[in-house]
């Protein structure tokens, strides 16, 4: 068990690094990123590939969170101050009263990561996500049905901003997650790997429910508004959800829950 240091200034040196949160978020953090709330970091703590240089904690919470402390390598520092303390240090009421600084594993080539997929995959593939609810909302949905990976174009958030790791429930910390080079051309790349990139658009050639996902599948998502690069969807298998009357929108998380529950539906269906 890592030992407890008690913490009364809001200004010591020892805990630079959860100072003034919400404006730290906006510069980065050097290959660092602060993870928030317990069942976040316990994600971290235990089933990540990341690694918890540190933890800051209200001092109320300590005994609750003993079995989470208890797996951290003893020698990883336990910071504890009281909420008024706390809620200094970081900006703002932090309610959770739990925070922990991690650092960012190193990170595959998307290459790499399609290689050592099994034979039957899923992997979700973004372009120009910019929004950190819908890419955390997309991790979550990846998480829950089951999909081996995650690939980000270069327009895409991080998915270890801090709003991203929470609002995903801690499954950015826990997807494998790779990003396409500049220049990379994405369907070549599924092509020379053995994928098929189904790519989701209101204007897409076949219905989801009628599309039976093959064994090797890469799901397609774009921004909101545009959607897809024109010039990729016109490369690659595309897929509509139909929708009442003439609205044609759904939010993009909320699309690949349906699209990543077809497809999960239908690798678990008895053949």
């Known amino acids: 068990m890592p030992i407890l240091i008690p913490i009364d200034d809001p200004d010591d040196p020892r805990i630079a690094a959860y100072r003034d949160v919400r404006e730290r978020d906006l510069v980065g953090r050097d290959g660092h990123f602060i993870a928030e709330g317990a069942v976040v ?25 003993e079995p989470l402390l208890a797996k951290l390598p003893a020698d990883t520092p336990v910071y504890a101050a009281g909420q008024a303390v706390l809620d200094r240090i970081v900006g703002f009421p932090l309610h959770r009263g739990i925070l922990a ?4 594993a190193p990170q595959p080539s998307a290459a790499d990561l399609l290689a050592a997929m ?28 089951g999909a081996d990976g995650v690939i980000l174009d270069s327009g895409c958030c991080d998915p270890l901003y801090r709003k991203a790791i929470r609002v995903s429930v801690g499954a950015t910390l826990l997807v494998p997650t790779a990003r396409l080079t500049a ?36 799901l397609l998502f774009g921004s909101e508004g545009p959607g897809l690069p024109p010039a990729l969807l016109a490369r690659a298998r595309s897929v509509r959800i139909p929708m009442a009357g003439d609205f044609d929108s759904l939010n993009v998380a909320t699309t690949s829950g349906i699209v990543l529950h077809h497809c999960a539906a239908d690798q678990d269906a008895p053949r």
């Not at 950190?132 to 991790?139: Q, R």
């Open 41 to 65: 970091v316990r994600s971290l703590v235990v089933a990540s590939g990341h690694r918890a240089r540190s933890l800051l904690l209200a001092d109320k919470r300590v005994t609750a969170l």
């Open 101 to 104: 600084l991690g650092e960012r």
């Open 118 to 145: 099994p034979a039957r995959a899923r992997v979700v593939m973004l372009f120009g996500i910019g929004n950190h609810d819908n890419l955390g909302g997309i991790y979550r949905n990846a998480a829950a049905f």
């Open 183 to 218: 220049g990379e051309d994405p369907l070549a790349l599924l092509d020379a790997l053995g994928f098929e990139g189904v790519a989701l658009s209101p204007s897409g050639a076949e219905t989801l429910a009628r599309m039976v996902p093959p064994p090797r599948a890469a």
